[in-house]
């Protein structure tokens, strides 16, 4: 079974901080998702990382996969309150297809 | 808009009973999953079709059924409700299954809020 930690759970900061949030495993990922979830909607895909060693950027959003394929983290910049949500990670395993899905980080920035 | 649509978006309803979610997925997309969220559960896969075939099967309890139509549409049917299985019901769709260089990026529909009284 393949498991995915995000760290931290939880993650409550000041507008205009940066922060960045882990996901780990054990196993090796072909590659490795992550989604961003606002309260009272479904997960929307922000970015898919494929290569050991990637490094994809969106704005303030820095998404890196680690060397071996096992890690992924996301960093933000300058958060804003526009970027609350639940963060999700999810690594696509290498023989069979699956998805494995962290449990999330959920982020608030306050104003 | 993922251009996958859930319905209903919420539903109440009383232990004992049993309920249909239904989900069209987007548009040239074969592949449909399941899943559950609750507050401590996190986002748990339930189930996935590919063209009208049964794929995997993750944490779908006996009581719950899915099936996916010829026109691509899905059912997940929710029997003999109890109060844990009040959760948020998502529909996610991909244009591949992750296999042969794709990645399995799903979109999430927003989702069927069940309340079980």
């Known amino acids: 079974t393949q498991l995915l930690e995000q760290s931290p759970q939880f993650l409550s900061i000041q507008e205009g901080e940066n922060l960045t949030v882990y996901c780990n495993s054990s196993?090796?990922?072909?590659?490795l998702q992550w989604y961003r979830q606002e309260p009272g909607e479904g997960p929307v895909l922000l970015v898919t990382?494929?290569?050991?060693?990637e490094v994809k950027k969106l704005k303030r959003l820095t998404f890196q996969f680690g060397d071996a394929r096992k890690d992924s983290s996301l960093h933000i910049t300058a958060a804003q309150p526009g970027d609350t949500g639940l963060y999700l990670c999810?690594?696509?395993?290498?023989?069979?297809?699956?998805?494995?899905f962290g449990q999330g980080t959920i982020l608030t920035v306050h104003p | 808009d993922s251009g996958v649509t859930q319905t209903p978006k919420h539903l109440i309803t009383a232990t004992g009973q049993r309920v249909t979610l239904r989900c069209s997925p987007r548009?040239?997309?074969?592949?449909v999953y399941w899943y559950q969220q609750s507050l401590d559960q996190g986002l748990q896969f339930l189930i996935q079709?590919?063209?009208?075939?049964?794929?995997a099967k993750g944490n779908i309890l006996e009581r719950f059924s899915a099936q996916q139509f010829p026109d691509l549409h899905s059912e997940l049917n929710l029997s003999s409700l109890e109060l844990g299985d009040s959760a948020l019901y998502f529909c996610?769709?991909?244009?591949?299954?992750?296999?042969?260089?794709?990645?399995?990026?799903?979109?999430f529909g927003e989702g069927s809020r069940l309340t079980v009284l």
């Open positions: 996610a769709s991909s244009v591949d299954l992750g296999l042969a260089g794709g990645h399995g990026e799903l979109f």
């Open positions: 196993s090796v990922f072909s590659s």
């Open positions: 990382v494929v290569t050991g060693g």
């Open positions: 999810a690594g696509l395993g290498t023989s069979y297809g699956k998805l494995t």
């Open positions: 548009s040239g997309d074969l592949s």
């Open positions: 079709y590919y063209n009208g075939e049964e794929r």
